[in-house]
């Protein structure tokens, strides 16, 4: 029997909830019998009452009731309900959370999930990807899994962890990603992942990035053509070991990501390769990100602004021949 990504997160907060009587859910509709926006939580409330809570809609007054809660010995876990509305809690995330252990010496262990990314059809207000907003501020740690297996075992260690935690799961792997079963542990956070091995060029990505840039070498191995794939994980901190390594080992390196071009992740992976392993270059490092415009309802639309296999086929193709 398979697993889902979205199963996934529901099994975890199920076993962080049996295991650890200070977890508790926190967000819009989580409780009750709605289960969430995303039914991430169906049926958690019922199995554990009173620690399943519904929220008013005020993503500043969630995050900021869930920080005073980690700051007396709870670790709760809040729901947004969409990425881009986490926007209306950033003080408190960014100015509170992630400085108080700064400021007093006192953790904050709180772990905001964050349904990222885009669908068909969603729009420009309920498809963001905010990992680089958040990857930006000192203090918070940024997750961004892209396997069943990792949705799993890195919200558990996330839930640990006594740093605010921003958990980026990606809405398009809900149910586009499977597994046979879940794993007892996963890798050290802030551990990249080589999700294939190559010679001829790095793909560094991260979420659902990570499936296409694997279907992207999938099809250049029908040429010839060996590519390595890095599956980042976290984006901070960043694991810059594993991506020298593998640039080392190949000599060209694209990045690929969903979010907006601007700064991001992807420009950090390609400043501190160039910074600290140009001499490992045998051509100019590339990279791929969304469109820098709001994303558009239409399918059609939203699919060119997205990147997709094709698109980071034809840079591969493109920078093996320099």
Known sequence: MSITYLEAIREAQAK????????????????GTFGGAFKATKGLAKEFPNRVLNAPISEDAIVGTAIGAAMRGMRPIVEMQFADFSSTALNQILN???????????????????????????????????ESVYAHYPGLIVMTPATVEDAYTMLIDAVAIDDPVVYCEHKYLYYHLK?????????????????????????????????????????????????????????????????????????????????????GATAEVIARVTSEGFHLLDAAPVRINAK?????????????????????AAKARALLKE
Request: hydrophobic fraction near 35%; glycine fraction near 8%; aromatic fraction near 8%.
């Open 96 to 130: 509170h959370a992630g400085t108080h252990y700064w400021r007093t010496n006192i953790p904050v262990p709180i772990t905001i999930r964050l349904p990222s990314g885009g669908t068909k059809g969603s729009g420009p207000f309920h498809s963001q990807s905010m």
């Open 179 to 263: 597994a046979d079963k879940l794993p007892d542990k996963g890798l050290p956070t802030g551990r990249a992942r080589i999700a294939r091995q190559g010679r001829d060029l790095t793909i560094v990505t991260y979420s659902a990035m990570v499936q296409e840039s694997l279907a992207v070498a999938e099809e250049l191995a029908r040429e010839n053509f060996e590519i390595e794939v890095v599956d980042l994980r976290t984006v901070k901190p960043l694991d810059t070991d594993t991506v020298l390594a593998s640039v080392a080992r190949t000599g060209r390196l694209l990045c690929v990501g969903e979010s907006f071009p601007w700064g």
């Open 292 to 312: 820098d415009t709001p994303i558009p309802y239409h399918p059609n639309l939203w699919s060119a602004h997205r990147p997709g296999a094709k698109m980071i």
């Open 16 to 31: 962080l909830l049996r295991d650890d009587e200070r977890v508790f859910i926190y967000g819009q509709d989580v409780g």
